[in-house]
């Protein structure tokens, strides 16, 4: 039996119906280029691979890498690339104006910087499935004014579209982790649905925010923004940043640009 790594997040997915579950809502097709992320065994990638005929995998465990790469002979080409993904370059796979899908039961422990790593390379995406703390999915998909909204959401809005598609309990992996999983689909937009026009400004903005949450944008902002520029962004200063939509934090951030 393969060794489980802690470091490397390990949380192998063991259930079969929650596998074709997720092969399902992937859809994937032999004329596409997926790309998956941490394969680890293969529990997803042997069955999309069936599927697609090819894809290229990122996996960082050298021993995985051999159990999968004889699991996956005589099923398709598969390409495997040993790396660290928070250093991969995923463009540098794609070779055609076709663009990537990308699949992967993420580590929980990188999560978080890996999709905002991802975003940075978001025009060479189609589309993302992925595995994650349903913690996490619940953040990234929320609405203003409710439990869940906070600085990951706002920051993921101007570039992508979050769709929760089901829960994963921990029994479906093996070791099981503490906490529940849930299946995301994340489509980059093709063009952001509100503008941004100094990306460093809008996350200054957001971060002073949300830090403490539960101040009004009058004492929250007060380091960086005045109460007048706040009024000037037609914003409520009395108003707390769990209530504004995300393209409010745009045009607080347009008042920081005209300091």
């Keep these: 039996m393969h060794p489980i790594r802690k470091r490397f997040g390990q949380h192998f997915l063991c259930d079969q119906p929650v596998i074709d579950h997720i092969v399902t809502v992937i859809d994937p097709r032999p004329n596409e280029h997926i ?22 995998a990122i996996e960082i465990d050298r021993d995985a890498i051999a ?77 203003p004014d409710s439990e869940h909204y906070g600085r990951l959401t706002v920051m993921l809005a101007p570039w992508l579209n979050v769709t929760p598609l089901f829960d994963i309990g921990p029994e479906a992996f093996r070791p099981p982790p503490k906490v529940m999983s849930t299946v995301v689909r994340l489509i980059p937009h093709p063009t952001p649905p509100f503008q941004i026009n100094h990306y460093d400004h809008f996350a200054r903005v ?9 101040k009004t944008l009058r004492n929250a902002l007060r380091s960086i923004l005045t109460t007048e520029q706040i009024l000037a962004a037609g914003i409520d200063p009395s108003l707390r940043a769990e209530v504004l939509a995300p393209e409010s934090f745009a045009k607080l951030a347009d008042q920081l640009t005209n300091n």
Excluded: C, W
């Design 35 to 56: 790309v998956e992320i941490g394969p680890g065994l293969g529990a997803l990638t042997l069955p999309v691979l069936a599927k697609a005929q090819q894809m290229d």
């Design 67 to 143: 159990s999968l790469t004889t699991s996956a002979n005589g099923i398709g080409t598969l390409r495997i690339h040993e790396a660290d993904i928070l250093k991969f370059n995923l463009s540098l796979l794609r070779h055609t104006k076709q663009p990537l899908r990308l699949i992967g039961n993420l580590p929980y422990n990188i999560s978080t910087p890996l999709i905002f790593k991802l975003i940075e390379q978001r025009a060479h995406f189609l589309d993302m499935h992925f595995m994650l703390q349903k913690e996490v999915v619940d953040r990234m998909a929320a609405l």
């Design 206 to 214: 957001v971060m002073a925010a949300f830090t403490q949450r539960r």
